[in-house]
């Protein structure tokens, strides 16, 4: 047995393992927890399992990275080396190289000082029990095996190749891309010499302090400096993408940011035109925007549970060619493989609009403008926040109101929606709303205050 090594409680997340380097984690947390994948992976795959493992541009992921390979081989895995770059090369690595599992040292979004392990076992996620199993088994120490061994597996040029190749327009526009200092900075830069067009990169130098700004694409402030790359130089569109290249931000050639709901929405056309009555899963979050324009075209919107993981593995259940979710992740099984990759969403979306003859902004103003909120986070404690969503659901049921709660509560009204939600990884509460104008989505958030305040929470701003 390997020594075990009990990992720290706030590290073990719904979708990954994650935390801060030098205070709840290090590089002996990553010995132990690669032993524990690899017996883990032995267990469900087979004896001497085969294990691509990737890394992002952290500082500390070179040293986690080792460690994990070190783990992994004492447990007798044969470790493929896929080197640095994003999230989803490592993804791609597992299907092309058919291995038994993946794992991604990575800090995703977070600030630089974070760290931590995405899992993939099989062609698919890796989350829930299974990965507080492997907390488990950290702590009480995997068993040794024989025959471990490591070696590159360089998949950099096949997977910069197969994004390429997805482009299917030759006429080319006008991109700026800002990979945010993050891990997929190389592969841009190899794409952008290999698609039609003009392609400029700002941030691609792949620097783990993020000097520029932090690598998230959902939040605003953080596609200041893209936005006016666009808006100077004349561009077709902005793409963004966060630490580890699995989500993506917008900006149209107006300015204006195109979230993840209505891009989905817009990249759907081409999928249903070959495809007429496709499922199209989107999260609870998304706009009703979304499921009626997917309805529209002839599709089947599904919504569903928040979060990458339970995206993926519902999309896989039920043979969608197509899913998304707010926070930017992106999933195409149609001609790929099913998994979140931000910079292939991007090339798609570029072929969306070469093949429309419209620009992004007029593909975005044929879609109908609703009144709706951001995400609205606020802290409420674990031990609390499943039940102000629970209390609330009840209420409602017993006065009998009408509510979808297939991931927390969405209530419609004449006006429009309300949501609220538990976040599975975080101290917090999660809520969001939409109406038809502003009169109206200030009548859908007066709903959602009143209902919170019966359970005693105060909804902010």
């Known amino acids: 047995m390997t020594a075990g090594r009990p990992l720290h409680p706030s590290i073990v997340r719904e979708y990954d393992i994650r935390g801060l380097v030098g205070e709840t984690l290090d590089a002996d947390d990553a010995l132990a927890i690669g032993g524990a994948f690899a017996a883990t992976v032995a267990a469900d795959r087979g004896a001497a399992p085969a294990i691509c493992l990737g890394f992002d541009g952290r500082l500390t992921s070179p040293a986690l990275e080792a460690a994990l390979a070190e783990g992994m081989v004492s447990a007798g895995a044969s470790v493929l080396r896929v080197g640095r770059g994003p999230t989803p090369m490592l993804y791609f690595a597992v299907h ?251 090339v798609r979306l570029l072929d969306t609009i070469e093949r429309s003859g419209e620009s992004l902004a007029a593909l975005r103003d044929r879609l109908p403008t609703l009144a709706n909120t951001p995400e609205i986070r606020f802290d409420c404690p674990d031990d609390r926040k499943f039940g102000v969503v629970a209390e609330v659901r009840d209420r409602l049921v017993s006065e009998g109101r009408r509510i979808n709660d297939i991931d927390g509560v969405r209530v419609t009204s004449e006006d429009g929606w309300w949501l609220l939600r538990a976040s599975n990884t975080q101290a917090v509460l999660v809520a969001r709303c939409e109406a038809r104008d502003e009169a109206a989505l200030s009548r859908v958030r007066s709903a959602l205050e009143a209902e919170l305040a019966r359970s005693g929470i105060r909804l902010p701003g």
């Open 96 to 346: 092309r190289l058919r291995a038994d599992a993946g794992v991604m040292v990575t800090g995703s979004h977070n600030p630089p000082g974070y760290n931590g392990f995405k899992f993939m076992l099989g062609s698919g996620p890796f989350y829930g029990d299974r990965v507080r199993r492997l907390g488990d088994l950290a702590a009480a120490g995997a068993p040794r095996a024989g025959g471990g061994r490591v070696e590159d597996a360089d998949v950099f040029d096949a997977y910069v190749e197969t994004l390429a190749a997805a482009c299917r327009g030759r006429g080319g526009l006008k991109v700026a891309w800002d990979p945010g200092n993050g891990a997929a900075g190389e592969v841009v830069r190899a794409l952008a010499r290999r698609l039609p067009g003009r392609h400029d990169v700002i941030n691609g130098d792949i620097d783990g302090t993020f000097p520029s700004h932090h690598p998230d694409p959902t939040v605003e402030a953080n596609l200041a400096q893209l936005r006016r790359c666009v808006e100077e130089g004349s561009r077709d569109v902005g793409i963004a993408l966060d630490g580890d290249g699995d989500r993506i931000g917008v900006i149209d050639d107006r300015g204006r940011i195109v979230w993840a709901d209505l891009l989905l929405a817009l990249l759907a056309r081409d999928v249903l035109a070959a495809r007429p009555g496709a499922t199209v899963i989107a999260d609870v979050k998304s706009s009703q925007v979304l499921f009626d324009e997917i309805a529209r075209l002839g599709g089947d919107p599904v919504m569903w549970r928040t979060g990458h993981s339970l995206i993926r593995a519902r999309m896989a259940e039920i043979g969608a060619p197509l899913a998304g979710e707010m926070s930017g992740h992106l999933f195409f099984a149609d001609a790929y493989y099913g998994f979140d990759d931000a910079v292939y969403a991007a």
